[in-house]
């Protein structure tokens, strides 16, 4: 079972940055957040992970809130490409496992407007 | 990031014939390999997860012997659906995760297989 909550969808204004909730209330102090995004008939794509601090990448900033229950995925100046459905995920650090495994829920579908 | 390739992008096969899926990591080594399916609208529920040289693990409800998974080396596991019927139509994605990749042990996808069975 997915251990994330998020919204089914959302939309934005190009060239906006477009702010994406996850909910986590149960993460364990050994596991890590991170979001993939799925465009329409392609496999999903990596975008960032983070254990506790905020992290920023060429794509995207997360922000984790201090409890770790909650973390915010940031596209700072969203286009129509970015149109997909994004993934909170919380995956354990370790590499076997049952916790290893990624766990997709429904996502949050972004749609992002001209 | 990491590549992982997939072939064919899309197959249409009769009901009864079997299918193979190839998935390659493509400039990484990959101990383990995961299949996932995805019917439309869904999201992607795992199959099976394979590590190369050993027998794969299979989720609860996949049939061990209709999904065929062998991970011969570290760029190479192939799923073979036998017997495909229409209800095993779907978007099958595979992912390979780095043997060793920094602190963590990333996990990359490929573009998926578009599996249609008439």
């Known amino acids: 079972d997915a251990k994330t909550t998020q919204p089914t969808s959302m939309d934005c204004a190009e060239g906006r940055a477009a702010n994406l909730p996850c909910n986590h209330s149960t993460i364990s102090g050994n596991e890590y957040v991170y979001w993939y995004r799925q465009i329409h008939s392609q496999g999903p794509q990596y975008i960032i992970h983070?254990?506790?601090n905020n992290e920023t990448n060429e794509m995207a900033s997360l922000i984790i809130t201090e409890d770790r229950k909650s973390s915010t995925l940031i596209l700072p100046h969203a286009t129509l490409r970015d149109t997909a459905v994004y993934y909170c995920?919380?995956?354990?650090?370790?590499?076997?496992?049952?916790?290893?495994?990624?766990?997709f829920g429904k996502g949050i579908t972004l749609s992002v407007r001209p | 990031g990491a590549v992982v390739s997939q072939h064919p992008s899309r197959v249409i096969c009769k009901s009864g014939t079997s299918v193979k899926i190839e998935c390659r990591s493509l400039?990484?080594?990959?101990?383990?390999m995961f299949w996932y399916r995805q019917f439309p609208k869904q999201s992607l529920m795992l199959m099976a997860t394979?590590?190369?040289?050993?027998?794969?693990?299979?989720e609860q409800g996949v049939e061990k012997d209709k999904f065929l998974i062998n991970h011969a080396s570290l760029t190479l596991s192939t799923l073979t659906v036998t017997s495909a019927h229409p209800e095993d139509s779907s978007f099958y994605i595979c992912?390979?995760?780095?043997?060793?990749?920094?602190?963590?042990?990333?996990?990359?996808f490929g573009p998926g297989t578009r599996l249609t069975v008439t």
């Open positions: 394979s590590n190369e040289g050993s027998k794969a693990t299979y």
């Open positions: 992912s390979a995760r780095a043997q060793e990749w920094g602190a963590l042990y990333e996990q990359y």
């Open positions: 400039d990484f080594q990959a101990t383990t």
């Open positions: 995920i919380v995956r354990a650090a370790m590499a076997t496992g049952a916790n290893s495994k990624l766990t």
């Open positions: 983070g254990l506790k």
